[in-house]
């Protein structure tokens, strides 16, 4: 059976998908050979498409890379590589290559098993995506990331209010894929789009939540101004940072804090207090989901604040998430799930309707076995709850 399939496969689509499950499970090109008892030359040509595979050896290699067979001969979309797409777009060292370049193959992976979900259930994100933002290079970099911001906030319904759920709002209302991964310290976000696969962003789950709202909505910018360009954020990547970043680096502190409600919010304190002191000041970063470093600047730049203020309160100690805790400040359910909610219910309706195995789900969930069965009761009895509601609102309408 896996031989008359192999016989109909694309020998250059199969034999990407090899080479992307080598390198993800960190095995090099002599190691596999082994495995299948074939030289590395061999090994090569079969993952250019150049020699026909074995059905024994796929089996061999399946194993040894932690997939299913099924993986190999009934694949998901091959779309471009995003290692690719990073590598053109930034250099990086032997040891930056190191770090990151695992955490991007499963970004990839992710996305992939995203569109291979949709397509098994017929269920594709939305395609809100406006058309990329032409940037006038003669205007300066705020005006035109607040421009933009204030463009997408129409554009999507937000009014001025806080964005505590961007990442719903970007999977849901404009059809964007994000996930949430473990990375150095020092990497932000990473952003890649291409045709097939649409904008694509991943977040680093181990920073505060604060800093990853605003890596949201830093990637986002990138979505709408600079579409076709891959991007890995870290600290101190430039000498001098080109306009493109300078756009935005500018555009979350609009987006997330408008100038109309920020204003308004100022005064009404000021008003109230006849002053605005520091609990002021870290109960307003909360309000809007940023950090008070970044308030800090926002006022300091609108004016509203002394230049030079959250240097101060640094030099007189200020430690945030004890004035948070004395203030009664209760830390916003972090959204560290590493796949959206909707990415886990196409995966449970699946599965439920055996249109993918346990093995299928486990590896589209990130988990071994025993997890994936404990995740689908969960989300089964989530997704119970959420039909009672609707039958209660439905039988209340009715009683009416």
Known sequence: MVNNILDQINLNDLGNLLQQARKQCGMTQVEAAKIIDVARTTLIAIEKGQRRLKSSELVKLARAYGKSVSYFVAPPPVIESFDVQF?????????????????????????????????????????????????????????????????????????????????????????????????????????????????????????????????????????????????????????????????????????????????????????????????????????????????????????LLPSGTYERLKVRGLKVRQAQQELGLENKAKSYDLTPIHYQHLAIEAYDQALISEGAFSRFLGVDRLEARRIAEILREYSIGITEEIKEIDLSKGLL
């Open 87 to 303: 590598r053109s777009a930034l250099r990086r060292s032997e040891a930056e290559e190191a770090h990151i370049k695992p955490i991007i193959l499963r970004f990839q992976e992710l996305c992939q098993n995203y569109l291979e979900l949709e397509e098994i259930m017929k269920s594709p994100l939305p395609n809100n995506y406006p058309p990329e933002y032409n940037i006038d290079e003669s205007l300066p970099i705020d005006i035109t990331a607040e421009s933009i911001a204030n463009s997408e906030r129409q554009r999507l319904g937000l009014g001025d209010k806080p964005i505590p759920r961007l990442r719903n709002i970007l999977e849901q209302e404009v059809g964007l894929r994000i996930f949430y991964l473990p990375m150095p310290s020092n990497y932000s976000e990473m952003y890649s789009y291409n045709q097939k696969m649409g904008g694509c962003i991943a977040i680093n789950s181990n920073h505060p939540q604060e800093r990853q709202l605003w890596s949201l909505a830093h990637g986002y910018l990138h979505f709408l101004a600079h579409r076709h360009k891959a991007i890995i954020d870290y600290d101190n990547q430039y000498q001098r940072m080109p306009k493109s970043e300078q756009l935005a680096e500018s555009f979350p502190k609009y987006f997330l804090m408008p100038t109309s409600s920020l204003l308004k919010r100022y005064n009404d304190i000021y008003r109230n207090h006849k002053q605005f002191t520091r609990p002021h000041l870290i109960t307003l970063a909360h309000y809007y989901g940023v950090s008070v470093q970044a308030l800090s600047y926002r006022l300091e730049e609108m004016q």
